[in-house]
C-alpha cells in the first residue's frame, strides 16, 4: 500500500477563493477510496462534481477524508476492482478438459441375464460389437437389431462403436464398459443418462423415458 | 433398291459361316437394313430378321439395325410401330449383349427432355435384360449404364412444388421408379452377395479373388449410383411427408436409395457420422473421398434426420450431442452456397438436430470445434444477404435456437467470437440482446454465474460499450448495435441498484462515461449538425430548382442500404428520417444520464 497521503492545504487555504474547486476535487479523487468518493458524490467528471458541490462541502469532505483515513486502497472494493483488472480473458478458447463431476450415484442398473468371459472388458476407445434391444416400461420395443425370422433374408450385423466416447447415451457408455465379452446384460437406464427431457422427437421415445435395453457384447476390439 | 441390297448381302452371308463375314458385308447390311426401316419396309426386314437361316447374321449384325428403330418406337403413332417392336425385341434376344448394350446406349442420348424420358422409359428394361446376360463384364457395364442415365436424368427439370411432382410433366418421377425397377434385380443379387460373404466385419475380405472382387465391384457400382442420386436429383428436390403427399414417387425413390444402401453392406450411421469417425480403408479401387462424396453424405443425413426415412432401422442409441457433432459438418457444407434448396435443407438439418438437445446443456469447449465457429459465420450470411425473406427468417429463428442450447460459459465465448467477426450491426445489436437477456437471468436469485455478473462480465461489456470509430462513427450504419447497447446500458442503470453492484456497472460507469456516453454525445451532435446543413442545402436547391441539374454530393445510408439518387423530395425525406434517428438516439441517452444522475443524488 502507498504511504498514507498528506495535507496539501490549511484550513485557511481551503476556504481562500484562490483555490479552485478542481483542484480541491482532484486531490480527493486522486487520493479517496471508492466508497468514500461515491458516498461524498465525488465521483466522475471535475467538471460535473464542481457544478454540482459547493467549496464548503469539499471542505468538510477533505477533512472527513484525513479523518476517516479512507484512502485509496483501504476499500474492500478496490481490491475487487484491481482483481478484475487483472483477469486476462483469453480471446481464444482454452483447452477446457471436460472433467466428469461425480453427479452421485449411477442413473442406471444392470442385471446379468448370461455371465461373459468376464476376461475380456472393453476400455475406453475401444470398438464394441453387440446386439441389442430396447424396450420403453410399458413394453414397447422402440429398436433392436437383432435378426427376426422375417428378416432373415437380410444382411444385419452387430452394431459396432467406441465405447466410452460419449458417441451413444450415458447409460450404454457406462453400462458396456462393465460388460465383458459375451455377456448379456439387461440395462434400466434413467432418462438423465438415455434421451432426457426431450426425448427423441419423430421416434417412440417420449420425453422422460426410462429405458430398458437387453444388450450382448458380441466383440471388443 | 435398299430391300435388294439387303436381300442381297443377306443370301450371300447365309451360305457362309458367321467369322467370314466381310467388312463390306456388315457395312451393306447396316446401310441397307436401315434405309429399309426408315423407309418403312419394316415388314420386309422383320421377316428376314425372324428366318432361321439367318440368326447367324442376326447375332452378328442385328445390334446395328437399332439407331433407326428406337426413333419409331419412341414416336408411338408410326403405322410401322409393331413390325420395328417386334424387330427390336428379336434383337434383344439374339444379338450379343457386348454390342446391344453399346447400341442401346448410344440411343440414350438425347437433348430435349420429353425425349429424355421418353427414351429411358423405353429403353431401361431392354438394357436390364442385355446386363443380366454380361458374365463377369456385368458391374462395369452396369456402372456405365447408370452413369449414362443419370446423366440424361440431371437434364430433366425439377418439380418445385408438391403439384408438380404429383402432374410429373417432365416425367422425372416416372423416370426414378423405372430406375428403381431396374436396378432391383443387381440390387438383389448384391444382398446375396453379402449374405454369402465369409466374414460379417466392414472390410471386404479378399480372401478368394474372381468372385469376390466381382461381388465387391458390383457392390462398388450400386454404391457410385446412390451416392449419385442423393446429389442429383435427391438433395436438389423437396421432399414431401407423407401427410402432405401421401403417394410421393420421390419419396419412394429416396427410401430404395436408403434400401439399396442397406442391401450393398452400407451402414447407414456409419455414413452419416462419417465425418466425426475414422473409417477402415477400403482397399479397393476408389478413394475414400471419392467413394463417399461430402455432398451425398449431407443429403443423406437430411434425409435421414429430417424426413425420417430408415427410421425404424436407425439405432436409437447415439448420443444427441455426438449426433450434432457430426451433422455439423453436413449443416456447414449445405451452407455453403447460395442456392435455396441447400440453404433451406442445411436449416432444417441444423433445427433438427438442436431441438434433441437439452436447452443450457452444450459445453463451452464444443467451441473448439471448427464447425461450431463456421457454420454460426454461414448462418450471419443467410441472416443478412439471402434473397429470401423466409429463409432469412428462419435463419435468424435457428441462430438463436442454437444460443439457446448453450450453457452459460459457451454463451459467453459464443458471444465474444460473433462480436467479434460478423461485422454487421445488425447481429451485432442481436447479440447485444442476447446478453442482456443473459445478464438478467443471471440476476434473478439463484441464477448467479461468473460470467454474465461477477468477473467475467465487465470486459464483455467493454467490447459492447464502445463506439467503432469514437465520435466519428457514422451513427445510421451501425444504428442496430448503438440502440442495442445503449438499451443495454439503460437497463443495466435501472435494474442493478448502486448499492449492490452485482455486474459491476458503477465502479466501471465513468469509464463508460469517457469511452462510450461522451463520445456519442459528440456524435450525435456532429452528425446532427451536418445532416441538418445537408437538408438546408437541399431544401434551397430545390427552391432554386437546379436539383436535377446537379450533381449529388451527398450519399445518404437509411439503416444498411445505401439509396441510390433521389428526387430533391426523396432526398428531403431521408434526411428528416436520419435527424429523427439522431433523436431517436439521444433520448436513450439522455435518459441514462438522467438515471445516472438520480443515483447519484438521492
Known amino acids: 500500500m502507498a504511504a498514507e497521503p ?75 476492482t484491481e482483481q478484475v483488472k487483472a483477469v486476462k480473458i483469453e480471446e481464444k478458447p482454452k483447452e477446457v478438459k471436460t472433467e466428469v463431476v461425480d453427479e452421485g450415484p449411477p442413473k442406471y442398473t444392470k442385471s446379468v441375464l448370461k455371465k461373459g468371459d468376464k476376461t475380456n472388458f472393453p476400455k475406453k476407445g475401444d470398438t464394441v460389437s453387440c446386439w441389442y434391444t430396447g424396450t420403453l416400461e410399458d413394453g414397447t420395443v422402440f429398436d433392436t437389431n437383432i435378426p427376426t425370422a422375417a428378416r432373415k433374408k437380410k444382411q444385419t450385423k452387430p452394431l459396432s462403436f467406441k465405447v466410452g466416447m460419449g458417441r451413444v447415451i450415458r447409460g450404454w457408455d457406462e453400462g458396456l464398459l462393465t460388460m465383458s465379452k459375451g455377456e448379456t446384460a439387461r440395462l434400466e437406464i434413467e432418462p438423465e443418462w438415455a434421451y432426457g427431457k426431450k426425448g427423441l422427437p419423430d421416434s417412440k421415445i417420449p420425453p422422460n423415458a426410462k429405458l430398458i435395453f437387453e444388450v450382448e457384447l458380441v466383440a471388443v476390439d | 433398291m435398299a430391300l435388294e441390297q439387303l436381300s442381297d448381302v443377306v443370301q450371300r452371308c447365309q451360305a457362309l459361316p458367321s467369322d467370314s463375314y466381310t467388312a463390306e458385308d456388315h457395312d451393306i447390311f447396316t446401310i441397307a437394313g436401315r434405309s429399309c426401316i426408315e423407309e418403312g419396309n419394316s415388314a420386309q426386314v422383320l421377316s428376314i430378321v425372324l428366318d432361321e437361316k439367318n440368326q447367324d447374321m442376326v447375332r452378328c449384325m442385328g445390334w446395328n439395325l437399332l439407331p433407326p428403330l428406337i426413333p419409331v418406337l419412341l414416336k408411338k403413332e408410326d403405322k410401322n410401330l409393331p413390325q420395328c417392336l417386334a424387330i427390336f425385341n428379336h434383337l434383344i434376344q439374339t444379338c450379343r449383349p457386348k454390342e446391344l448394350l453399346i447400341g442401346l446406349l448410344e440411343q440414350l442420348e438425347q437433348d430435349d427432355p420429353d425425349t429424355i424420358a421418353e427414351s429411358l422409359h423405353l429403353l431401361l428394361s431392354p438394357l436390364q435384360k442385355v446386363l443380366l446376360c454380361l458374365g463377369s463384364r456385368k458391374p462395369s457395364s452396369l456402372g456405365m449404364t447408370l452413369s449414362s442415365v443419370l446423366d440424361q436424368v440431371a437434364k430433366l427439370p425439377l418439380p418445385r412444388t408438391k403439384e408438380q411432382e404429383e402432374d410429373d410433366v417432365f416425367s422425372l418421377c416416372r423416370c426414378c421408379t423405372d430406375l428403381t425397377d431396374f436396378v432391383r434385380p443387381f440390387v438383389d443379387e448384391a444382398r446375396q452377395n453379402l449374405l454369402t460373404t465369409k466374414t460379417h466385419s466392414e472390410d471386404i475380405d479378399k480372401t478368394t479373388a474372381g468372385q469376390d472382387e466381382m461381388e465387391d465391384e458390383l457392390a462398388t457400382e450400386l454404391l457410385k449410383f446412390c451416392m449419385k442420386t442423393l446429389s442429383h436429383p435427391l438433395l436438389e428436390v423437396q421432399l414431401w411427408d407423407p401427410d402432405t403427399l401421401p403417394v410421393s414417387p420421390l419419396r419412394m425413390f429416396a427410401t430404395e436409395i436408403l434400401e439399396t444402401l442397406r442391401a450393398i453392406g452400407e451402414s447407414l450411421p456409419s455414413l452419416v457420422y462419417q465425418p466425426l469417425l475414422r473409417r477402415k480403408q477400403v482397399p479397393g479401387f476408389l478413394e475414400e473421398e471419392v467413394r463417399y462424396p461430402k455432398e451425398s453424405l449431407a443429403s443423406l443425413a437430411h434425409l435421414v434426420f429430417v424426413h425420417h426415412l430408415a427410421a425404424d432401422t436407425f439405432p436409437s442409441v447415439f448420443s444427441p450431442v455426438f449426433s450434432l457433432r457430426c451433422t455439423m459438418e453436413h449443416i456447414l457444407l449445405l451452407l455453403s452456397r447460395t442456392e435455396d434448396f441447400r440453404i433451406q435443407k442445411g436449416l432444417e438439418l441444423y433445427e433438427k438436430s438442436l431441438v434433441r438437445v437439452e436447452d443450457g446443456s452444450l459445453p463451452a469447449d464444443l467451441l473448439e470445434i471448427k464447425t461450431f465457429l463456421t457454420v454460426p459465420q454461414n448462418l450471419v450470411k443467410v441472416m443478412t444477404i439471402c434473397p429470401r425473406h423466409d429463409l432469412r427468417t428462419r435463419g435468424l429463428k435457428v441462430f438463436q435456437l442454437s444460443v439457446d442450447k448453450f450453457d452459460t460459459e459457451a454463451k459467453y465465448r459464443f458471444f465474444q467470437y460473433m462480436l467479434k467477426t460478423s461485422n454487421h450491426s445488425g447481429v451485432e445489436g442481436y447479440i447485444i440482446k442476447n446478453i442482456k437477456n443473459q445478464i438478467d437471468i443471471a440476476l434473478q436469485p439463484g441464477n448467479s454465474n461468473t460470467w454474465f455478473e461477477g468477473v467475467h462480465l465487465l470486459p464483455l461489456l467493454r467490447k459492447v460499450l464502445i463506439l467503432p470509430d469514437g465520435p466519428e462513427t457514422d451513427l445510421l450504419q451501425y444504428l442496430d448495435r448503438i440502440m442495442e447497447s445503449l438499451n443495454l446500458l439503460r437497463y443495466l442503470v435501472i435494474r442493478d441498484k448502486v448499492t449492490e453492484n452485482q455486474t459491476g456497472i458503477w465502479t466501471e460507469l465513468y469509464k463508460i462515461e469517457d469511452s462510450f456516453m461522451k463520445p456519442l454525445r459528440v456524435g450525435i451532435n456532429m452528425s446532427r449538425a451536418h445532416y441538418e446543413r445537408e437538408l438546408h442545402n437541399t431544401m434551397e436547391a430545390k427552391k432554386k430548382k437546379k436539383a436535377k441539374e446537379e450533381e449529388s454530393v451527398l450519399s445518404v445510408s437509411v439503416g444498411d442500404e445505401k439509396l441510390p439518387s433521389m428526387t430533391s423530395e426523396s432526398q428531403i425525406q431521408a434526411l428528416h428520417s436520419a435527424l429523427h434517428t439522431f433523436d431517436m438516439i439521444e433520448s436513450v441517452l439522455v435518459r441514462i444520464e438522467e438515471l445516472v444522475q438520480v443515483k447519484d443524488d438521492p
Open chain 1, 6 to 80: 498528506t495535507r496539501e492545504w490549511s484550513d485557511e487555504q481551503l476556504k481562500s477563493d484562490d483555490l479552485p474547486k478542481k483542484d480541491v476535487i482532484k486531490f480527493i479523487q486522486d487520493n479517496a477510496a471508492h466508497s468514500f468518493l461515491n458516498e461524498h458524490k465525488l465521483l466522475g467528471n471535475i467538471k460535473n462534481v464542481a457544478k454540482t458541490a459547493k467549496k464548503e462541502q469539499l471542505i468538510i469532505a477533505y477533512n472527513q477524508l484525513f479523518e476517516s483515513k479512507r484512502f485509496k486502497g483501504t476499500d474492500p472494493v478496490e481490491e475487487v
